[in-house]
């Protein structure tokens, strides 16, 4: 499957944006989707994750209660709403796509990514 990031772009702190992950190709519905990010310097990190059949989610501790990833099958899609973003939420964000049920968390499991969107939020 092929990954396509899209909606970064430059906000203020307190602002919300949404990221959508386009995939093509076939039984998207069969792949888990996470959302990572990085940032300068820094490694590439965790930030959400939802299975295939969208039944469950799970998301980093430092985005809990602020970010939501859904998915619509349908239109072999996955967002991942951002709100009340901080200074700390800059990033490139990516998202990948793996052939399983549940949900993955490192990295090292995805064959397929998004080249990435690039997110800055200023104070």
């Known amino acids: 499957v092929q990954l396509q990031a899209s909606g970064g772009g430059l906000v203020q702190a307190g602002d919300s944006l949404r990221l959508s992950c386009a995939a093509s190709?076939?039984?998207?519905?069969?792949?888990?989707v996470s959302w990572f990010r990085q940032a300068p310097g820094k490694e590439r990190e965790f930030v959400a994750g939802?299975?295939?059949?969208?039944?469950?989610?799970d998301y980093a501790d430092s985005v809990k209660g602020r970010f939501t990833i859904s998915r619509d099958n349908a239109k072999n899609t996955v967002y991942l709403q951002m709100n009340s973003l901080r200074p700390e939420d800059t990033a490139v964000y990516y998202c990948?796509?793996?052939?399983?049920?549940?949900?993955?968390?490192?990295?090292?499991?995805?064959?397929?990514w998004g080249l990435g969107t690039q997110l800055t939020v200023s104070s």
């Open positions: 990948a796509a793996q052939y399983y049920s549940g949900i993955y968390y490192n990295p090292n499991n995805f064959q397929s």
């Open positions: 190709g076939r039984a998207f519905s069969s792949y888990t």
């Open positions: 939802i299975s295939r059949s969208g039944g469950s989610t």
